[in-house]
């Protein structure tokens, strides 16, 4: 896994997963394969409501027993079976973020795909770098998950 800044207002992290697009893919736009990654280390995702398509809405709640709730929301912007989401995304308990915009590609090579997750405008490095570990350790629940399934299914 990858995380470096493109800018001092923009987040990119990529990340490998043994696993074909589809189902990397799939992980961001089925709720039931969302609900089972989302989330830092300590947090589970509770509800998750996914409207995927154009102009659709979706909303999570993850639990922290130590942080307690956090909800998140946005809108689908664009939407490419297997290759590309664009998504808002704010959070819901009065955080001082802007409303940013995240942007995801899947690129598969050899049966391994590459998510890249950009996300900006933030509006300062240190609330950048504070979304730095969660989703780093979303992704590595977005791994751990990903490959199991996919490992699964070869059955």
């Known amino acids: 896994m990858a995380s470096r800044a493109v800018a001092d207002d923009e987040l990119l992290i990529e990340t490998t997963f043994a696993a074909p697009a589809r189902l990397v893919f799939d992980m961001w736009a089925v709720r039931r394969h969302f609900m089972n990654w989302l989330g830092p280390n300590g947090f589970t995702c509770t509800e998750a409501d996914l409207d995927f398509r154009v102009g659709g809405d979706w909303s999570a709640t993850m639990v ?17 079976p297997d290759r590309r989401i664009v998504m808002t995304f704010r959070w819901l ?56 399934t996919a490992q699964e299914m070869a059955r």
Do not use: C
């Open 64 to 80: 922290s027993d130590q942080y307690g709730e956090a909800k998140m929301a946005g809108r689908y912007l664009e939407i490419e």
């Open 93 to 148: 308990n009065g955080e001082p973020d802007p409303e940013t915009v995240i942007t995801l590609t899947f690129a598969e090579t050899d049966g391994r795909t590459t998510q890249t997750f950009h996300q900006a405008p933030f509006d300062d490095v240190a609330r950048r770098d504070s979304h730095i570990g969660g989703w780093t350790e979303a992704f590595e629940s977005e791994r751990t998950y990903v490959e199991t």
